[in-house]
């Protein structure tokens, strides 16, 4: 074995058979701090560089990025929460854990890593968004959010009162990370730990802690460049979706302006009863805060009748100065977390691990949220830094994938692979090695139509410089028949069926099966569709060989 990778894996590898009788050596296997947040896009880590997070650093986040190795494609197999958290889980693509929309769904049969990790004698624990509608598998400690949870005053459950959802007062990003202090306060201190600490922020709609409120106030953002794209050279689903900063976010939730309410418009109902889910729990203090800032914003912007492209700029601008709010205090907990474990002397022998459960849009192609497998959504920042073993403030360009994380932390741990979890072990990438057989393509798959967003299902492959991606399904209602959580009372899917039905929020929405081509490299913004071009032959036919080759390889059932 290659003597770096063997610094990152060998300690370890040669306790797995020692299980059991382990304690007196524990010391050679490293402890796992990973912290995911939710909707966390790599635009907004300053660490990756990108114009915007220029204006908003994350110091913190930026601080564990030069002690560790930056993966700049590391990417997700299902862009939304539910799938890509069930990936973690297990290895697993979607179509083999079960987990493919955002509702139930996984399989709660398949091995969670955690139980794993827990019979090789770690102590496990999960603090914050779980949102899985199973209990945590494989779990010494857990207090957990109530589904997507709530920003403020939020309820958690704890270990052994799974669904006893109770109130804590305070804001989610310092609670969790409060209760991944207690873990680690009162862990087994002779044994590893895997400590997942899982943010709700920054989910939608972007509530800020009180001391940040307002912290971006008069930062002009630079505008994406695809900010205005209109779409021309794609098929229809890049125009049917719903998350079209100017059309689909809403003024009444997104921008927390509840002067706007309509009471006989059933979309302005609803938007505002988004608001006041979170309003509605704020104490007094809370509130007096939020409003010092909201009610002078609000005010100016009802005064100017904002209309067309100032209208859209101006949503633009005040998302992202909400989303970079609350990405201040996700920066401020890792900053707490990392310095918790120099303090405890547990620095040099925790691996600790960034990421979000997907990538986001910032406004590129005019869009926000996630879903799509162009390149926003479909990536996910990722550092791992673990200091004497992983060169520091390296980076690292090969194709990672979020079913890769469960097989990296058993690695770490010297627990051998299940045979079935098809994710692979990163180690001889930490290690600084181009390994020869390492994934040259990826395969991509989402299912979660038609919900919010109206994103249209489609599966692909992603090599280092193409994408072929294939989009299908029924469109509009017809598409319901489809969907296997659509008629399932409490689903979000079935929530969402509801909403479409009172609203007509299908306009013109065909039926779907056409295929898109870029080329990333002369066409990294996705731009235009090159699929049926003149001289694209060759590479079209090796790309619809190797998605042919996933769906057969990984028994894809879709069609
Ligand atoms: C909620 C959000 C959507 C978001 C989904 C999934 N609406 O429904 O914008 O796409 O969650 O997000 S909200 O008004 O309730 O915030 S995910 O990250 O959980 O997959
Ligand atoms: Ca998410």
Do not use: E, Q
């Given at each position: 074995m290659n003597q770096n990778i063997a610094k990152v894996i060998l300690p370890l590898a040669a306790l797995s058979c020692a299980q059991g009788r382990m304690l007196a050596q524990d010391t050679a296997r490293p402890n796992i701090l990973y912290i995911m947040c939710d909707d966390h896009a790599m635009q907004a880590i300053s660490a990756y560089g990108s114009p915007i997070s220029k204006l908003a650093p994350t110091p913190n986040i930026d601080r564990l990025a030069k002690r560790g190795m930056l993966f700049r494609n590391c990417f997700v197999e299902n862009s939304l929460s539910t799938p890509s958290r069930a990936c973690l889980m297990t290895g697993l693509y979607s179509h083999q854990n079960g987990q493919r929309q955002l509702a139930e769904g996984i399989d709660t049969t398949k091995t969670f890593f955690p139980e794993l990790l827990q019979k090789a004698g770690y102590e496990t624990g999960i603090v914050g968004k779980w949102h899985m509608m199973c209990r945590p598998k494989g779990f010494d400690y857990y207090h957990i959010l109530d589904g997507q949870g709530k920003y403020y005053n939020p309820t958690f459950c704890k270990t052994g009162n799974y669904g006893k959802y109770e109130q804590e007062m305070g804001y989610a990003t310092s609670l969790t990370t409060k209760h991944a202090i207690e873990f680690l306060d009162n862990r087994e201190k002779d044994k590893p730990f895997c400590l997942l600490v899982h943010h709700k922020a920054p989910h939608r709609s972007w509530f800020a802690e009180p001391k940040h409120i307002g912290m971006y106030d008069g930062v002009d953002f630079p505008l994406p460049k695809?900010?205005?794209?209109?779409?021309?050279?794609?098929?229809?689903a890049a125009r049917t979706q719903k998350m079209n900063i100017e059309k689909d976010m809403e003024l009444i939730l997104d921008f927390k302006i509840p002067e706007l309410l309509d009471t006989s418009d059933v979309e302005s109902m609803a938007s505002y009863a988004g608001l006041m889910g979170e309003l509605g729990r704020m104490t007094a203090a809370q509130r007096m805060a939020w409003d010092k800032y909201y009610m002078p914003r609000n005010r100016r912007f009802i005064e100017a009748k904002l209309s067309g492209k100032e209208l859209a700029v101006w949503k633009y601008q005040n998302y992202i100065r909400d989303y970079m709010a609350v990405i201040a205090s996700v920066d401020e907990s890792v900053g707490q977390l990392l310095d918790y474990l120099k303090a405890h002397d547990l620095d040099k022998n925790t691996v600790v691990i960034y990421t979000s459960d997907q990538g986001f849009y910032m406004g590129e192609h005019g869009w926000f949220d996630k879903r799509f497998m162009y390149e926003e959504s479909l990536h996910t920042p990722l550092i791992i830094s673990y200091p004497g073993h992983v060169k520091e403030g390296v980076e690292n360009a090969d194709m990672v994938q979020n079913i890769d994380f469960a097989p990296t932390f058993l690695a770490f741990a010297g627990v051998k692979q299940p045979k079935e979890m098809t994710g692979r072990p990163l180690q001889p990438l930490l290690a600084g090695q181009k390994s020869k057989d390492w994934r040259k393509d990826l395969y991509y798959h989402y299912y979660d139509y038609p919900t919010y967003h109206l994103v249209r299902k489609h599966d692909g492959v992603r090599n280092e410089r193409y994408k072929l991606i294939y989009f299908y399904g029924k469109g509009g209602m017809r598409a319901v028949e489809e969907n296997k959580y659509q008629k399932i009372p409490g689903t979000s899917e079935y929530n969402c069926l509801k909403y479409l039905n009172a609203t007509n929020y299908f306009n013109d929405d065909p039926d779907v099966s056409y295929y898109e081509l870029y080329d990333l490299q002369s066409d990294p913004d996705e731009l235009h569709n090159i699929y049926g071009k003149k001289g694209t032959e060759k590479v079209t036919k090796q790309l619809m060989k190797r998605l042919n080759d996933y769906r057969k390889e990984l028994k894809v059932d879709e069609y």
């Open positions: 695809t900010f205005w794209d209109n779409y021309d050279d794609r098929g229809s």
